[in-house]
């Protein structure tokens, strides 16, 4: 019954990055990452088909990259694991969790400022579940910490899944 803290084992064997002191998200308390083993590079998805559910200032926030890669999901009911960030990381099966999901802009956010030093990252751009437009998601750089949505939604970057309990 011990809490978890950050930089901690979670659950699912990857590492804490966020805990809701302060009880501000209904229905967790805890965002992980998942092991670097559970990482790739991935397209984004197959093609440039808004997914507008994704878009705008809630979904960049935290606690809403479930709801943004189950939306992805929705549109891209034709791609799979091997050809989409969002199906990748619902694939991940690490700590024997199924609960997995890409990461919003600002879940990814926290990943990076939280871990620096922790989890194995590579200096480079991560996808979040975040789209700018319609051809264009946002990213996290692991490498400077900037975030920005200048790349087309087939473009490979690192994938790293994320759970919340």
């Avoid at 319609?134 to 975030?147: A, L, M, R, T």
Wanted: proline share 3%; with cysteine.
């Amino acid at each position: 019954d011990e809490l978890c803290k950050i930089g901690m084992t979670g659950p699912g064997g990857g590492l804490i990055f966020f805990v809701d002191y302060n009880d501000q998200y209904l229905g967790f308390n805890y965002l992980e990452a998942a092991p670097q083993s559970c990482e790739a590079s991935k397209a984004w998805s197959s093609a440039n088909t808004a997914v507008t559910a994704a878009r705008g200032w809630a979904a960049r926030a935290v606690g809403a990259g479930q709801a943004n890669t189950a939306a992805i999901k929705a549109v891209f009911t034709g791609d799979s694991s091997t050809n989409n960030a969002a199906y990748f990381a619902t694939s991940c099966s690490a700590g024997g969790k199924s609960d997995w999901f890409l990461g919003s802009l600002g879940e990814m956010k926290l990943m990076h400022d939280n871990l620096q030093g922790l989890g194995e990252f590579n200096a480079v751009p991560y996808w979040s579940s975040t789209e700018d437009t319609y051809d264009k998601p946002w990213n996290q750089s692991f490498g400077g910490g900037s975030q920005d949505a200048n790349y087309d939604k087939n473009w490979t970057f690192y994938v790293r899944p994320v759970r919340a309990f």
